[in-house]
């Protein structure tokens, strides 16, 4: 006898393309990490400025623009654009002023990390049970937030708020891999469903 196979639950919806921004966004996560963890000697703060610029600037422009193509609600297309344009905006002003100090680089990446992860957070919250994407958005916002308040109240070392945003980005670029994993594994049954009813 045949194992019966549960169907998805058609309310939460897993839109067939959206799987790249968390791929993408992962891949920039761990990036940075690897950076980081592999030049330990270097942790200054006009190299942690340039890391997390670029690694801002990739974040926020996959948040904003690849989210406003495939994601699905047209709020929560636009909170990850404003998200986005946050990122960029960090990123661009830590690779200009890389010579900033490490005072700008704990400004940018608390500020960055409260706005993005209050955001984040918030569309996770807002579309828990509507979105299949909504778990991983609210767990990375979770963690985004929870490493502004953590940098809020370290002692003011480079190596150690570095290395601190460092870790973030490999907890973060591998959650956000393993999530991309599942989006695009859960999106197929409902690009094939979609393809056998336009083919009845």
Same mark, same amino acid.
């Given at each position: 006898?045949?194992?019966? +196979?549960?169907?998805?639950?058609? @309310?939460?919806?897993a839109h067939s393309r959206y799987w790249v921004v968390p791929?993408? =966004?992962? !891949? &920039? &996560?761990l990036?940075? #990490?690897a950076v980081i963890t592999? @030049? =330990?000697d270097a942790h200054t703060a006009a190299f942690g400025l340039i890391v997390f610029g670029v690694f801002a600037l990739v974040d926020g422009l996959a948040s904003g623009i690849l989210s406003w193509l495939f994601a699905g609600r047209r709020l929560t297309r636009t909170l990850f654009a404003v998200q986005g344009a946050i990122g960029v905006v960090a990123g661009v002003v830590a690779l200009a002023l890389?010579? #900033?100090g490490l005072g700008l680089f704990l400004y940018l990446v608390t +500020?960055?990390?409260a706005l993005a992860g209050f955001l984040e957070l918030y569309n996770g919250i807002r579309e828990r049970g509507r979105d299949a994407a909504a778990r991983d958005w609210l767990i990375t916002g979770a963690l985004t937030a929870v490493l &502004? !308040?953590?940098l809020l109240f370290i002692p003011a070392d480079a190596v150690l708020a570095i290395g601190l945003f460092g870790a973030w980005a490999v907890i973060v670029g591998v959650f956000q891999g393993i999530g991309? &994993? @599942? !989006? =695009?594994?859960?999106?197929r049954p409902s690009a094939d469903a979609r393809g056998a009813e336009s083919g009845s």
């Open positions: 006898m045949a194992t019966a +196979v549960p169907a998805p639950d058609p @309310t939460v919806h791929a993408i =966004r992962a !891949l &920039a &996560a990036a940075a #990490g592999f @030049t =330990r890389s010579g #900033g +500020v960055w990390a &502004a !308040l953590v991309a &994993a @599942t !989006l =695009r594994g859960a999106s």
